[in-house]
């Protein structure tokens, strides 16, 4: 625990809040929403689904990763092949893994090669605030919003002259530990931030041994290293126009096991990196101009350390935004976005680079007294596939007693990724993008001590690529499948006699159109809860999740057993400073798989001190 408590000092750094107009600027408000408009609109006038997990909530809840944030969220999936640092796949609204979009502080991330995101090496000690936004987006975002948008905001400072640091500090089963520090401030008109972490574990034997001429058997224990670090950086002008400059970085090994012959280690870096500025061009019109570049670099290495792949892509990200007010409750969006990926392997791809531009239109307003409006319309320019056009719209109304109904309808679309058009083996660049329509509608109320919302929800998707093998078993990409979605989505929040509880629950039925076989991977029934409570500088908290059986291929003959988990915490503030935290995950020692084969942690705990002044 020493050696844990001076890595900690060591990782002291800064954090700040940038007080803008601009994208990063509504992380402070809880009632907010920047991702479902790509500007700052109140979350009481959205139709779109969202959830919001803000800092403290990540302090509350007391998770190490991204993952364990993720899950059991509304209209969220999750698998991982292993415990901590393996390999994640989202699935939202039971969509695909890659029809998510994922954005760092307003810049598109994740791999060209997969078109995934890789959720698992994500710095959550680097996040301040998360948004989902459920249902497609593809008429803001362009490529991969089939399912939704999940958007990352680094952490920000405070207000205060006076640096404000905060320290953390923990460890754990399977030799876990944690080490986080941040300072923040600012000065006269500039602001700035830096912070640093670190978490490893020795981790747990990821894969059960696989019999057969295919199979294999590694009996070892299949680590996690992770060392990362955030920086931010601006400055306001007399005339109110600022500009900052940000940059997060994660760097470490995962180990894996995966079949003789091939990597079982990979070490990785995911850095973003970007600039934006924005002013009042004129009163009414206010906008803002941000570039970026985002890389995940990926080299795996054989057991015996040796070189075996090398996987690097880079996303150079442009975007222009003018939010231009019509009146008071009436607001015209105009942008237009530019992205090049490029990639660099020992694979030999035939082609390594291309580009995308966007054009986009959204009006969002009060038509009348208290019926608002969300309508969008995009254009896509893609240098593989030609035009693509998205659009969407949205409708909520407020009624009394403090019930709102509202209905959305879109499409949007998904470009192949590199693997499919240009892998050497398979690869096919005449793919057409995948497409979806999708509709829901749904009632909510708010009361003085209930919450409560309910979604229904479908979705067609054409052109699936799937690799499809010939008579002498070579795959190649073809747009071949089809898939509908019918999902219903329901939450219920409570506070009474002091205790705050949240219910969460999904019901799904993701088929494949020409099969009728349920899409792989997605359990159709899943239930959250969780329940806290402060009894003086004492909090307490529970949490129970259970997801029915899953399917882990088209066919559905291998079958992962459905399972049900629970979590203890408590944290107790010593004072206004100090404050000791634990958790005991996985209460009942369950053995439970996401992925057929793959383990998934038993019971362990994790003890944390932080500072915070």
């Known amino acids: ?55 403290k909530d990540i302090d509350r809840l007391q998770v190490k990763t991204v993952p364990e944030l993720l899950r059991g969220t509304t209209g969220l999936d999750m698998t991982q092949n292993g415990g901590m640092g393996s390999t994640t796949s989202v699935f939202m609204r039971g969509t695909n893994s890659n029809h998510v979009l994922v954005l760092v502080d307003g810049i598109k991330v994740g791999s060209a090669t997969l078109g995934t995101s890789p959720f698992e090496f994500m710095p959550i000690d680097q996040i301040e605030r998360v948004e989902i ?9 362009g490529s991969e919003a089939i399912g939704g948008v999940i958007q990352i905001f680094t952490r920000k400072g405070g207000d205060s002259e006076k640096p404000h640091a905060t320290l953390d500090a923990g460890g754990g089963s ?47 224990k299949d680590g996690y290293q992770n060392t990362a670090m955030n920086a931010r950086a601006g400055h306001r002008f007399d005339n109110n126009a600022e500009i900052e400059a940000f940059f997060i970085r994660a760097e470490g090994s995962s180990k894996y096991d995966s079949y003789p012959g091939s990597g079982d280690n990979l070490a990785f870096i995911n850095q973003t990196v970007g600039v934006s500025g924005n002013m ?13 570049q985002s890389s995940d670099e990926n080299t795996s290495f054989l057991p015996n350390n040796t070189f075996y792949s090398q996987f690097d892509t880079t996303r150079w990200n442009a975007s222009w935004l003018n939010e231009i007010t019509l009146a008071d409750a009436h607001k015209l969006i105009l942008g237009s976005d530019y992205r090049l990926d490029e990639l660099n392997s020992d694979t030999a791809f035939t082609k390594t680079s291309r580009y995308d531009v966007g054009l986009f239109a959204e009006y969002t307003g009060e038509i009348w007294t208290n019926q608002f409006m969300n309508a969008s319309v995009r254009g896509d320019q893609n240098e593989q596939f030609g035009q693509y056009v998205t659009g969407s719209v949205g409708w909520r109304s407020n009624w009394a007693y403090g019930i709102s109904t509202f209905a959305n309808f879109g499409n949007a679309f998904k470009a192949p990724s590199f693997n499919d058009l240009y892998y050497p083996t398979g690869g096919n660049a005449h793919l057409n993008p995948e497409e979806s ?17 309910l979604r229904a929800y479908h979705t067609n998707i054409d052109n699936l690529i ?37 219910l969460n629950m999904n019901i799904l039925s993701p088929e494949a159109r020409d099969t009728n076989k349920r899409l792989p991977r997605r359990a159709d029934k899943t239930i959250m809860f969780d329940l806290s409570k402060s009894f003086g500088d004492v909090d307490v908290g529970a949490n129970v999740m259970a997801q029915d059986h899953r399917f882990d291929n088209p066919d559905n003959t291998i079958r ?21 935290s634990a958790k005991l995950s996985n209460l009942f020692d369950k053995e439970y798989q996401t992925v057929s084969t793959y383990n998934q942690q038993g ?11």
């Open 1 to 55: 625990m020493q050696k844990i408590i001076v890595s900690s000092l060591l990782l002291a750094g800064f954090t700040v809040h940038a007080q803008e107009k601009s994208l990063e600027s509504s992380v402070d408000l809880p009632e907010m929403v920047v991702t479902a408009t790509r500007t700052e609109v109140a979350k009481a006038h959205l139709s779109a689904a969202s959830t919001i997990y803000t800092r």
């Open 133 to 141: 936004i459920r249902g497609p987006q593809s008429s803001l975002y």
């Open 174 to 220: 399977y030799d876990t530990y944690r080490a986080a520090g941040a300072v923040n401030g600012k000065w006269k008109n500039n602001w700035y931030s830096v912070g640093a972490s670190s978490i490893g574990s020795e981790g747990i034997n990821a894969r059960q041994p696989i019999p057969g001429p295919y199979g294999f058997n590694q009996p070892d």
């Open 280 to 292: 009042d061009i004129v009163d009414r019109w206010h906008s803002t101009l941000r570039l970026g």
């Open 437 to 453: 329509a999708s509709f829901e509608t749904g009632l909510a109320g708010k009361h003085d001590w209930l919450q409560w919302e």
């Open 466 to 502: 799937t690799w499809v093998p010939d008579k002498n078993f070579n795959y190649s990409a073809q747009n071949i499948g089809k898939a509908q979605i019918d999902g219903l989505e329901a939450e219920i929040g409570a506070q009474l006699l002091g205790w705050n509880a949240k």
């Open 560 to 580: 992962a057993a459905g399972f049900v988990t629970a979590d203890l915490r408590s944290a107790y503030h010593i004072n206004k400073n100090w404050m000791l």
């Open 603 to 613: 019971r362990n705990f994790f003890f944390s001190i932080h500072y915070n002044n």
